[in-house]
C-alpha cells in the first residue's frame, strides 16, 4: 500500500528506491518513540501539483525537533523542495506525504548525536472516510502537557493515539473524542475538534492540544465567512445538546461526526455550519477558494 517496486523515497541526502532502503533495528526511536513527524497533503491544482501549507508543516516539523533536543540540519525551504523533487519523481499529484526524522543507535536513554531524515509519499484517500462519524469519549486522557510537549508531533505521543483509537474501534465506534488531564474536551487521536451549538462555532483552545495547521485554517475560512468562533475549554456537558460537530486534520481533512457515545447531534452533517466548512476547505487546498467567495 505504501510503496511500490519502483517507489522513490528520500533518505539522508538521497533519493533512493524504497524497497532497498534499510535502517537500524537499534535506532532509539524505534524502541522509545523518541522521533518527530509530519504528515502534510499535496493536491492536483489547475495551475500543477501542490503542497498545501508546506512551509507551515515544515516550520512544524523543526519546532518538534527543536523541543525534543533533536538537532535537524535542514531549512524548511530545503525541506520543501525535496518534498516537491519525491512526489515529481514519484508521479504523485493528491499524495499524503511523509516525513520522520528518527535517532541513530542508542539503548540509552541519552540524547543521541545521530539525527535520519525519511521522507516517504503516497496515494492516501480521506482518513477515516467521508461518512459522518459515530465517535466515544475516551476513557483515555491526552498526555499531560507537563509530561510532554504537546505541541509538538512526538512519535511517542501516538502510544496515547493508538490506544484510544483501538478501543473506540473495538466498541464498534468509528473514532475516539479524548479529554484532557482537567476533564475538559481536548481533541481526537490524530485530529483536532470542533463543535457548533445556537449558530455558533467551537474548538478547545490551544495548551492540551496539537494546534492543528487545519484546524487554523479552519478558524480562517469561518472568521472569513462571518461565523462567530470562540477557542476555549468546554466539558462534555457543553456537547450533550450540541447541533454538529467535526474533526479537523491534514489527514482527516474536515470529517463530520453524526454521533457522540451514541447520542445523535440535533442537525444532520450536511445542514451543519462544519459542512460548510468542509466545503470552503475543499476548495482552499484545491486554490479555488478566492473564486468562490468573497474574501473580506
Ligand atoms: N491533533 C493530533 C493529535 C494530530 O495527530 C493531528 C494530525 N497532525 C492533528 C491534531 C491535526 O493537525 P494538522 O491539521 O496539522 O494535520
Known amino acids: 500500500m505504501y510503496y511500490s517496486d519502483d517507489t522513490k523515497i528520500f533518505l539522508n541526502g538521497s533519493f533512493q528506491l524504497a ?35 508546506a512551509e ?28 516537491n523533487q519525491l512526489l515529481e519523481m514519484n508521479k504523485l499529484t493528491d499524495a499524503y506525504i511523509r516525513p520522520l526524522v528518527y535517532l541513530g543507535e542508542n539503548m540509552g536513554l541519552s540524547p543521541t548525536m545521530e539525527v535520519n531524515l525519511f521522507i516517504c509519499a503516497w496515494n492516501w484517500g480521506k ?7 459515530r465517535v466515544m469519549t475516551s476513557s483515555y486522557e491526552r498526555p499531560n502537557p507537563k509530561s510532554c510537549h504537546v505541541e509538538a508531533k512526538v512519535t511517542g505521543h501516538y502510544t496515547n493515539s493508538i490506544m484510544a483509537s483501538t478501543e473506540a474501534k473495538s466498541k464498534g465506534y468509528d473514532e475516539a473524542l479524548l479529554l484532557d488531564q482537567n476533564g475538559f474536551v481536548a481533541e481526537a487521536p490524530g485530529a483536532n475538534f470542533f463543535f457548533e451549538k445556537n449558530g455558533k462555532l467551537f474548538t478547545p483552545a490551544s495548551g492540551n492540544i496539537l494546534p492543528g495547521i487545519t484546524r487554523s485554517s479552519i478558524i480562517d475560512i469561518a472568521r472569513d465567512l462571518g461565523y462567530h468562533l470562540e477557542e476555549g475549554q468546554y466539558t462534555p456537558n457543553d456537547l450533550k445538546d450540541a447541533d454538529g460537530a467535526f ?17 445523535k447531534f440535533n442537525k444532520d452533517w450536511p445542514d451543519t455550519l462544519g459542512y460548510e466548512l468542509s466545503k470552503a476547505y475543499s476548495l482552499l487546498v484545491l486554490e479555488k477558494y478566492n473564486q468562490a467567495y468573497t474574501v473580506i
Open 56 to 83: 507551515e508543516h515544515y516550520q512544524r516539523l523543526l519546532f518538534s525537533a527543536k523541543k525534543s533536543h533533536i538537532k535537524l540540519d535542514y531549512e524548511v525551504e530545503e525541506l520543501v523542495s525535496i518534498t
Open 127 to 133: 482518513y477515516l472516510g467521508d461518512s459522518a462519524l
Open 247 to 263: 474533526f479537523t486534520g491534514t489527514a482527516v481533512e474536515v470529517a463530520g461526526i453524526e454521533s457522540l457515545d451514541g447520542k
Open 19 to 53: 524497497k532497498e532502503s534499510q535502517t537500524s533495528l537499534f535506532s532509539q526511536t524505534l524502541h522509545y518513540g523518541s522521533g518527530v513527524f509530519e504528515g502534510i497533503r499535496s493536491y492536483k491544482t489547475e495551475t500543477g501539483t501542490k503542497i498545501f501549507k
